[in-house]
């Protein structure tokens, strides 16, 4: 079946540091990927998105591959931010209504 | 901008009690969603709608059932709230039509508690 795995955290990084948060999906057909925020107290909303393979998403600085070869959709930030504490979802979609969320990674980032 | 609240931001319950959490949608999506969020576990699916008075099971919809009369509404009925249920309740909505993959925009969530 369908599934996404994505790194445990807490990640911890200073200001300005780089990030990269691991997302790798099992799916049959051509899914759709996605990353998911979540900042304290709110609901989730969508960070990027990438639908076909060699896609690249990105928004506010976050970026992410859509690698097909390696299964794996892993989000980047060149200089993360405190306003980037959050918890961050990768997701995937194959169209029949239902999407895939992974467990979630929060990120705390330290001034 | 899409706009999807939910009735209560907090809410405690009784064992036994009926709890009805509701939700809004203002940009006439086809699809609804109640996940439930806790730690370690993310977002399961309980129930999903993709048209008026339709509704399908999620992974999770022993102890739920669900309510969509109009297409802006889709409402989560615990029809005797048990402590078990305690989580954080999320309501989501697509723009749908068949074998679309869709961005899902999320209301703020419902912190169920159940003594």
């Known amino acids: 079946g369908n599934s996404v795995t994505q790194m445990e955290g807490p990640v911890t990084l200073s200001e300005e540091a780089f990030l990269t948060i691991n997302c790798t999906y099992t799916a049959t057909g051509y899914p759709s990927l996605f990353w998911y925020v979540q900042y304290p107290g709110e609901g989730l909303q969508l960070l990027l998105k990438?639908?076909?393979?060699?896609d690249k998403g990105s928004n506010k600085g976050f970026e992410a591959t859509y690698r097909k070869e390696t299964t794996s959709f892993h989000l980047e930030k060149g200089s993360v931010q405190v306003s980037d504490s959050a918890v961050y979802f990768c997701a995937l979609d194959t169209g029949g209504f239902k999407t895939i969320f992974g467990a979630g990674t929060r990120l705390f980032v330290k001034a | 901008d899409v706009k999807v609240t939910q009735s209560s931001r907090y809410l405690v319950k009784r064992t036994g009690e009926k709890v009805f959490l509701e939700c809004v949608q203002d940009?006439?999506?086809?699809?609804m969603f109640w996940y439930r969020q806790d730690p370690g576990l993310g977002l399961r699916l309980i129930y999903f709608?993709?048209?008026?008075?339709?509704?399908e099971k999620g992974d999770i919809p022993e102890g739920y059932s669900v309510s969509r009369e109009k297409k802006e509404r889709f409402s989560l009925i615990l029809e005797s709230a048990s402590t078990n249920q305690t989580s954080m309740y999320l309501c989501?909505?697509?723009?749908?039509?068949?074998?679309?993959?869709?961005?899902?925009?999320f209301g703020p969530g419902t912190r169920l508690t159940v003594l």
């Open positions: 940009m006439d999506h086809e699809n």
């Open positions: 989501a909505s697509s723009l749908g039509g068949s074998g679309r993959t869709d961005t899902q925009y």
């Open positions: 709608s993709y048209d008026v008075k339709m509704k």
């Open positions: 990438a639908t076909k393979a060699d």
